[in-house]
């Protein structure tokens, strides 16, 4: 982290801004749920969030994006969006749940994290090991270090429940067959997911979500923007970089990290100040999808701040007669 992120606040009103990024790619994609066309749906989402972006008075650079420059037209790590104003990094994710909103299933988010320069880990695009709890637990109750048994029979004695009663969220997937074994051994429920594990995440901080904690691997770059929302909402998160291949360990490199098997605690991964927005695309447990009707549309979003940890949910209408890009 710079110096500058220690000292350097950014301008509340900039949470209310970045609503309206994330509520412009959402109402994009959402045209195209259930088209069966992730691509399509992902670039909708890529090319509104980039012109709403680029209406914002920062002088903002991506560190988390849609991939390296050569591999992604819009919206690349290191390019520089905003017209101009307070020193921003930028984590996002256009369309987080790309398959789900093709297919029309559940929790589908548009996202987007701002931090004081140097906030973010330059995290690649590489799987991520994560644990993560949601607030008011005592800090270290679990960790990417301890086995599941231990982290399960921890988390259920300091929540004063039954290791039965614990329901961990975890993606389902064929690598996790060993971790879904061991859960199930340990006694504890199991909701699987079949994408969107930013919103996993954050269903650990919701007491409504009924889930107790998030397990296993997905997108490191998924990893910094949950972390980013815990800082705002409450929780922890623990995250190891996962590498197939000498590649993949270059990429990382190539963004300084040095330690790659580095574990990351959640200042590690959204350090500083630090804001989160995400609007709902399709319907999820946090928030409703985009609604369209005759003429316009509604839109459901979360904004949140780490410095207070205020958490806004705006419930938009927007009026495509008078605005027709929705933006
Ligand atoms: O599908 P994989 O390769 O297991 O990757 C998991 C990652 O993909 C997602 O499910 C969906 O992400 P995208 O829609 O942005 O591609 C993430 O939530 C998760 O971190
Ligand atoms: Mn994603």
């Given at each position: 982290?710079?110096?500058?992120a220690e000292?350097f606040?950014?301008?509340?009103n900039?949470?209310?801004?970045?609503?309206?990024?994330t509520?412009?790619?959402?109402l994009a994609?959402?045209?195209?749920?259930?088209r069966?066309d992730e691509?399509?749906?992902d670039?909708?989402?890529v090319d509104a969030?980039?012109?709403?972006l680029n209406n914002l008075e920062?002088?903002?650079t991506?560190?988390?994006g849609?991939g390296?420059r050569d591999?992604?037209?819009m919206?690349?790590?290191?390019e520089?969006?905003?017209r101009?104003g307070?020193?921003?990094?930028?984590?996002?994710d256009?369309l987080?749940?790309?398959?789900i909103?093709?297919k029309?299933g559940?929790?589908a988010?548009a996202v987007?994290?701002l931090?004081?320069?140097g906030?973010?880990l330059n995290?690649?695009?590489?799987y991520m090991d994560k644990?993560?709890?949601g607030?008011?637990?005592p800090?270290?109750?679990v960790d990417?270090d301890?086995?599941?048994?231990?982290?399960?029979n921890n988390?259920?004695k300091?929540?004063?429940?039954?290791?039965?009663?614990?329901v961990?969220c975890?993606?389902?997937r064929?690598?996790?067959?060993d971790l879904i074994?061991?859960?199930r051994?340990?006694?504890a429920?199991?909701?699987l997911?079949s994408?969107?594990?930013?919103?996993?995440?954050i269903?650990?901080?919701?007491?409504t979500s009924?889930?107790?904690i998030?397990?296993?691997?997905g997108?490191?770059?998924?990893?910094v923007?949950?972390?980013?929302?815990l800082?705002?909402?409450?929780?922890?998160?623990q995250g190891r970089?996962?590498?197939?291949?000498?590649?993949e360990?270059?990429?990382?490199?190539r963004?300084?990290?040095?330690?790659?098997?580095k574990?990351?605690?959640?200042?590690?991964?959204?350090g500083g100040?630090?804001?989160?927005a995400?609007t709902?695309?399709?319907n999820g447990?946090m928030?409703r999808?985009?609604?369209?009707y005759?003429?316009?549309?509604t839109?459901?979003?979360?904004?949140?701040?780490?410095?207070?940890g205020?958490?806004?949910t705006?419930?938009?209408t927007?009026?495509?007669?008078?605005?027709?890009?929705?933006d």
């Amino acid at each position: 982290m710079s110096d500058n992120a220690e000292v350097f606040t950014m301008d509340r009103n900039l949470a209310l801004e970045a609503v309206r990024v994330t509520e412009a790619a959402a109402l994009a994609a959402s045209r195209l749920m259930g088209r069966g066309d992730e691509k399509m749906a992902d670039q909708a989402a890529v090319d509104a969030m980039r012109t709403a972006l680029n209406n914002l008075e920062i002088d903002g650079t991506v560190v988390i994006g849609e991939g390296e420059r050569d591999e992604a037209p819009m919206l690349f790590i290191g390019e520089k969006v905003g017209r101009g104003g307070t020193k921003i990094d930028i984590a996002l994710d256009p369309l987080e749940g790309t398959t789900i909103t093709a297919k029309g299933g559940q929790n589908a988010l548009a996202v987007i994290a701002l931090a004081s320069e140097g906030g973010f880990l330059n995290a690649p695009d590489v799987y991520m090991d994560k644990i993560a709890v949601g607030g008011g637990l005592p800090q270290g109750i679990v960790d990417l270090d301890n086995s599941v048994a231990e982290n399960l029979n921890n988390l259920a004695k300091e929540k004063g429940v039954e290791v039965a009663d614990i329901v961990a969220c975890i993606l389902d997937r064929p690598r996790h067959a060993d971790l879904i074994a061991q859960v199930r051994d340990a006694g504890a429920r199991i909701m699987l997911i079949s994408d969107g594990d930013v919103s996993g995440v954050i269903a650990t901080s919701q007491p409504t979500s009924g889930v107790d904690i998030y397990m296993g691997s997905g997108g490191a770059p998924e990893g910094v923007l949950a972390a980013a929302a815990l800082r705002c909402i409450g929780g922890q998160i623990q995250g190891r970089l996962l590498f197939r291949n000498d590649d993949e360990k270059a990429r990382a490199k190539r963004w300084g990290i040095t330690d790659l098997d580095k574990k990351y605690d959640i200042m590690g991964l959204a350090g500083g100040d630090v804001m989160f927005a995400a609007t709902g695309v399709t319907n999820g447990a946090m928030l409703r999808g985009v609604r369209r009707y005759a003429g316009g549309a509604t839109t459901h979003s979360i904004i949140m701040r780490s410095k207070t940890g205020t958490v806004r949910t705006v419930e938009a209408t927007h009026d495509f007669t008078r605005k027709p890009s929705g933006d």
